[in-house]
Every structure is written in C-alpha cells, then in structure tokens.
C-alpha cells in the first residue's frame, strides 16, 4: 500500500519557519517528480512547489517564491518543504504529493497521483 505521511505542521508567528517532510512508503518515488500542494479554508486547492526525481530541477509557485525551498533525500525516500517568513495567507492545508510515472521533459507543476492525508499550518499575525 503506497502511502505518504506529511509531518511538520503547526502553528506560527508571521515571520517565522516551518519545515514540512513527507514520508513515502510501498513504493519508491526516486525516479518520479513530487511536489506540495495546499488548501486553504473555502478555497480551491493550489500548486505550491515542485521538483524533479534527482532534485536539479525545481518551481515554486510565485507566492511563495524566495521564502520556500522544496527538496528531496531519496535515499530516505523523503521530501521537504522549508517554509521561511510565512505569513497569515500561508495557512492552509499542505499536501505531499507524486506523480505515478517519470518525466521524459521536466514540467511544472507535476500531474500528482498520489496525495498524502495533510498537515496543517497556521500563521498567526
């Protein structure tokens, strides 16, 4: 059973850091791209960052951009997320995500296959 745990949420002053982590066990992920989506309350589900099976290609959504850094140890089948300067729109849901396949061209955001349950992080002003 292919499963992704996320772990790191909680709660934050603006200005301050979080670093989310998802654990991906049943199956490896090293030849595929992931990447961190999240849900804010009443809206959609957006793209946050995502990045290539060997972790040299990377994209962040431009919210975020200069403040959160995606990265991946695949020898511990793990990803990151480092979440720097949050601030109150940052709370929200943050879901670990994979793509089933590998990518011949590297795009973003992935098409996400699997999803982890979510971690909730919240960003007191």
């Known amino acids: 059973q292919v499963q992704l745990v996320e772990s790191g949420g909680g709660l934050v002053q603006a200005g301050g850091s979080l670093r989310l982590a998802c654990a991906a066990s049943?199956?490896?992920?090293?030849?595929?791209?992931m990447g961190w989506f999240r849900q804010a309350p009443g809206k959609e589900r957006e793209f946050v960052a995502a990045?290539?099976?060997?972790?040299?290609?990377?994209c962040t959504t431009d919210s975020v951009k200069g403040r959160f850094t995606i990265s991946r140890d695949n020898a511990k089948n793990t990803l990151y997320l480092q979440m720097n300067s949050l601030k109150p729109e940052d709370t929200a849901v943050y879901y670990c995500?994979?793509?089933?396949?590998?990518?011949?061209?590297?795009?973003?955001?992935?098409?996400?296959?699997?999803w982890g349950q979510g971690t909730q992080v919240t960003v007191s002003s």
């Open positions: 995500s994979a793509a089933s396949r590998p990518l011949k061209v590297w795009r973003c955001p992935i098409e996400a296959d699997y």
């Open positions: 049943g199956r490896t992920f090293n030849n595929n791209p």
């Open positions: 990045i290539s099976s060997s972790g040299a290609n990377t």
